[in-house]
């Protein structure tokens, strides 16, 4: 049985920093990603991550987030970390990691490209 599992949401200060982790469970996957949701908006892409071969994965970002977040992957833990700096209000949502077996292609922003997503971590951003 597959599972995503999210942590590491919380409240923080604008300008602070969060990681969140996302562990997956029964099989590896090539691709995760990050999608975050407020509320009354849609689910949007927030950070992708692809692995190209044992030792090399490529990281994409949407634009309002490129230089404050990194994405990272520990294939060996089967886990991928969402490193957020300079948070803004923004920011605040529900944030979900998704698995798509596949590498990443040009519809890796759309959250139909993922099969499995988890529960959702909450982050919080005050001003």
């Known amino acids: 049985q597959v599972q995503l599992v999210e942590s590491g949401g919380g409240l923080v200060q604008a300008g602070g920093s969060l990681r969140l982790s996302c562990a997956a469970s029964?099989?590896?996957?090539?691709?995760y990603a990050w999608f975050r949701q407020a509320p009354g908006k849609e689910r949007e892409f927030v950070s992708a991550?692809?692995?190209?071969?044992?030792?090399?994965?490529?990281?994409y970002y949407a634009d309002s987030v490129k230089g404050r977040f990194t994405i990272s992957r520990d294939n060996a833990k089967n886990t991928v970390y969402l490193q957020m700096n300079s948070l803004k209000p923004e920011d605040t949502a529900v944030y979900y990691c998704?698995?798509?077996?596949?590498?990443?292609?040009?519809?890796?922003?759309?959250?139909?490209?993922?099969?499995?997503w988890g529960q959702g971590t909450q982050v919080t951003v005050s001003s």
């Open positions: 991550i692809s692995r190209s071969s044992s030792i090399t994965s490529y990281s």
């Open positions: 029964g099989r590896t996957f090539s691709t």
């Open positions: 998704a698995a798509a077996p596949s590498p990443y292609s040009g519809v890796g922003r759309a959250p139909s490209t993922y099969d499995y």
